[in-house]
């Protein structure tokens, strides 16, 4: 399947990877009309996990770049 996806051209394997992230964003989103209650501990844990990421995501694709963009010669701080 990699080999495959790899012969694609970028187009084709953005166009596939978007069909992966929406399916499997559906899929985990398909999941309320299946359930009338939620386990308190579950929900809490679940938002938990919804938090870790996105504090992560934050440092990752914010904080981090603009640290190593401070550290370059020419920059005032």
Do not use: D, Y
Request: aromatic letters at 10%; hydrophobic letters at 55%; a positive charge.
């Amino acid at each position: 399947m990699l080999t495959s996806l790899q012969s694609m051209s970028p187009v084709a394997q953005a166009f596939v990877a978007t069909l992966f992230t929406w399916g499997m964003t559906a899929l985990g989103a398909a999941g309320v009309f299946f359930t009338q209650t939620v386990n308190r501990k579950l929900l809490s844990g679940m938002l938990g996990f919804a938090a870790g990421v996105m504090i992560a995501a934050s440092f990752w694709s914010l904080l981090a770049p603009s640290i190593e963009m401070a550290r370059r010669p020419g920059c005032r701080h």
